[in-house]
């Protein structure tokens, strides 16, 4: 007959780990479901691995979708050459400890036309180096799903996103020609050549994502913790002074800071916040008191009304 | 804003709501309540979840900010930002200024989080509506208070009822346009209830609201209505129950075969209804083999046992063929199989529901091919359900489901998992329609002819409980009751028997 069982006995009394709270064990198991459906739908799944907090998440609800398995799908770093050195560094421990398949791509023809943000401009920067640079990977590897670890309270556009979102044989996204989602029953019937973007992040917060690497114990980029560091002022945002490629401007001056970042991308494109939070406790309770978004350190989403939109259009995450 | 005030007024209520505490550290110790909302522009929809995210805190300074900059200062009469503004997301929709699609709104108070699916009031977007409502414990249905309810307020509830909804809350807003008017209030509620009451719905509770003041949102609205001694409206989200399929029976579809090794052959999946534990028998649907679970294994530990929502991966203790779709469940408490079912579903796609045509019909990890036949459509004005012989867009239609291999189903009313299907166009690959299971199909041969009806003589005392079941009102247009006297059962009956 059935029967139901209170959630006290499902804890293993062996585990040190105190069980998932189950606000948080919904959206794991919401996850964990996209991640299983999308692998056996698809004939080359690929994950978008950015080094950030949410690809850290994803990266570990993917082990645990397929555990005791490993990861049958590769990462996919799309390396602009610009990304904080620490990034690379806690990328490549990643890679070594968990045992995974790494691609990392960088658009030959920014690297050989010298395309940099200081150059080129966000913009036209990030359109060839982000943008242009995943398609190239895309089709490379003939993926016809990629997941990501975007989520739907990042950014206004992105609320209307579907958990697979469509993507035409050129990476086009059509907001107003979506596939409806009802329950959690996916459609994943794509012609050839065509793709699917799968968000098992959708329904997280930031806040959620925080509370779930700590109740984790997920590792996550240092970056994130505050700590002295050398910082120069620019266009309003705090920027990492540590790599020799940033040329002071005029009137510009490096000086120590106890700074840590909410976001994580290009360096000289993500501002730090000025922040004392040094452990996960002081960050979850900064956030709960934060007065803005995480993507306010954001330069590309400033740049015009609508501006994430019009690049995922083009085929940005 | 009477924010600090009603604040005060409220903590001496039993149902105190107030906006995330800034240093409470937060525990969550209920899921997510997902609800959507109903209504149309005119009756400030927006305004009312943006009221929500505004005094819950979840609109960050620079995200105003950005509003304040893309609206060139317009502002409502408070001095807020144009809440709209906040929710239209796709720069298509703010250049026509109508909400074309469904978007997931995110906000949380100290006792619990909340998905607010936002879905356009038109008549035209009845799939938008369903979209949202499939995975909604709850829905909050608007009107303004100078209008009371309209014909779109009976096509939604409809609607939310229909895709399984069974916990309403009526914002009755705009109330102080009416000058705080109980009356109308009390009016409008008790019509509303009436109306829940035929679809069925009983838990309903009704609030005067004004989105625009703030008032019964988040913060009480005591000062204006004295009179009004009810819960605010996060007050009522935050009781709210989310269903729970797990006094069900036990449900596993299969999404996937782990095998790392030769040693491990675990069956992957999301529990989607009732429970699970080492020592159970389960059966493996539709090849009917049988096994007992020896372990369920997940990433932290191995388990003694999960229950609906898990996800999970199963051992069994012997070798069996499974394989993805097939549905573990089980072995006392199983779901239908067979080859015809009948089903309700939303016509999503300007092409309708054609029939004969043959779709693919994916159902938990299962997917098929199924041939469609409309029966009936539904008039959403008066309720009344018509013969149609196909289904145009945003039509809500009942049809015979027609399958060459073993479907496994159970009804939606029982499982909202197990019992619901998305139907795709081979030619197009688009999601068509979203269905729901209302029963089997006996594989009676000759009697289930679109045209005739089976007919049943019974005893009347027989013949009244019969119709009054539940499973009887979803076949009502397929069966023919006749009252007879016992004895000429009996005579009926032993005609039959030989």
């Known amino acids: ?317 | 804003m009477t924010a600090p005030a009603a604040a005060n007024a409220a903590l001496d209520q039993t149902v105190v709501s107030l906006p995330v505490q800034e240093t409470a550290r937060v525990v969550r110790d209920t899921r997510p309540l997902r609800l959507i909302t109903c209504g149309s522009v005119d009756d400030g929809k927006s305004t009312l979840i943006g009221r929500l995210l505004w005094d819950t805190k979840a609109v960050k300074e620079d995200q105003a900010a950005s509003l304040q900059r893309d609206s060139s200062g317009k502002q409502n009469d408070l001095g807020l930002p144009d809440f709209a503004l906040l929710l239209d997301g796709l720069q298509a929709e703010r250049e026509q200024g109508i909400t074309i699609d469904v978007a997931y709104r995110y906000f949380a108070t100290d006792k619990r989080s909340f998905i607010v699916a936002d879905t356009p009031g038109h008549e035209q977007y009845t799939r938008n509506m369903a979209t949202g409502a499939s995975t909604a414990d709850l829905a909050v249905l608007l009107v303004d208070a100078r209008v009371g309810l309209l014909e779109q307020t009976r096509r939604h509830a409809t609607i939310a009822t229909l895709m399984g909804i069974r916990q309403f809350v009526l914002a009755v807003n705009k109330i102080d346009l009416t000058n705080y008017d109980r009356a109308r209030f009390d009016q409008i509620s008790h019509e509303f209830r009436e109306l829940a009451l035929s679809l069925g719905v009983r838990q309903v509770t009704a609030i005067p609201v004004s989105a625009l003041k703030g008032e019964n949102v988040v913060y009480d609205g005591r000062a204006s209505m004295p009179w009004y001694d009810g819960p605010t409206l996060i007050g009522v989200l935050e009781l709210a129950t989310t269903r729970s399929a797990q006094t069900v029976g036990f449900r596993l579809p299969v999404q996937r075969v782990s095998r790392p090794g030769e040693s491990f052959r675990g069956y992957q999946g999301t529990v989607a209804g009732g429970s699970v534990k080492p020592g159970d028998s389960v059966v493996i649907l539709p090849s009917g083999m049988v096994a007992n679970v020896t372990k369920i294994v997940t990433f932290d530990l191995v388990r003694n046992a999960a229950v609906a929502g898990d996800a999970i991966t199963l051992v069994l203790d012997r070798q069996v063929d499974v394989s993805r779709g097939d549905v573990i469940a089980s072995i006392d408490s199983q779901p239908m199989t067979g080859l015809a079912f009948d089903a309700q579903l939303v016509a999503l796609q300007p092409e309708g529901i054609q029939p004969g045509k043959r779709y693919w019909l994916k159902s938990g990890s299962r997917r098929q091919r199924v041939q469609v036949q409309p029966v009936s459509q539904l008039e959403l004005k008066s309720g009344k359900w018509n013969h149609a012989d196909e289904l145009p867009m945003n039509a809500i239609g009942k049809v015979h489901l027609a399958f060459d291999e073993q479907a496994i189903f159970d009804t939606y009313e029982q499982n909202r998992t197990t019992g619901a299907f998305i139907l795709i166009d081979p030619d197009t690959n688009n999601t068509v329609a979203g269905g729901m299971i209302t029963a089997k199909r006996a594989a009676l041969g000759g009697i289930h002819t679109e045209e005739s009806r089976v007919i049943l003589s019974l005893p009347a005392d027989l013949a009244d409980q019969l119709m009054a079941t539940e499973l009887f009102a979803s076949r009502r247009e397929d069966v023919e009751v006749r009252r007879v006297t016992a004895g000429k059962a009996v005579n009926i009956i032993d005609a039959i028997d030989g």
């Open chain 1, 1 to 317: 007959m059935p029967h139901t069982l209170p959630e006290t006995e499902l804890h293993n009394p062996q585990s040190t780990k105190p069980p998932l709270d189950p606000h948080l064990k919904a959206l794991e198991n919401e996850a964990i479901h996209i991640f299983r459906e999308v692998a056996a739908e698809f004939e080359r799944p690929v994950m978008l691995y950015s080094i950030g907090k949410d690809s850290s998440v994803l990266l570990h609800l993917a082990r645990k979708a397929f555990y005791p398995g490993r990861i049958p799908f590769p990462l996919l770093h799309i390396d602009t050459g610009w990304k904080f050195r620490e990034m690379i560094a806690f990328r490549d421990e990643m890679v070594a400890r968990y045992d995974l398949d790494l691609v990392a791509h960088t658009n030959p023809r920014g690297a050989a036309e010298n395309v940099t943000p200081f150059t080129h401009g966000s913009a036209l920067y990030t359109d060839i180096m982000k943008t242009e640079a995943l398609r190239q990977a895309l089709d490379a590897g003939q993926y016809d799903a990629a997941f990501g670890g975007a989520r739907r309270d990042e950014e206004a556009s992105r609320a209307k996103e579907r958990i697979y979102s469509f993507r035409t044989p050129d990476h086009r996204w059509d907001p107003r020609n979506q596939r409806p989602e009802l329950w959690n029953v996916y459609n994943g019937m794509i012609r050839k050549g065509e793709s699917v973007r799968a968000f098992p992040l959708s329904n997280w917060t930031e806040v959620d994502i925080w509370r779930y690497i700590q109740a984790e114990e997920i590792p996550i980029v240092p970056l994130y913790f505050a700590e002295k560091r050398p910082v120069v002022e620019r266009d309003g945002m705090l920027i990492l002074a540590e790599d020799p490629r940033l040329e002071l401007l005029p009137g510009e001056v490096k000086r120590e800071e106890v700074i840590r970042f909410r976001t994580l991308g290009c360096f000289p494109l993500t501002g730090a916040i000025r922040s004392e939070a040094d452990t996960l406790d002081d960050i979850i309770a900064e956030l709960e008191t934060a007065t803005v978004s995480e993507r306010q350190g954001r330069a590309i989403d400033r740049d015009q009304a609508g501006s994430m939109e019009k690049k995922k259009r083009e085929g940005y995450f």
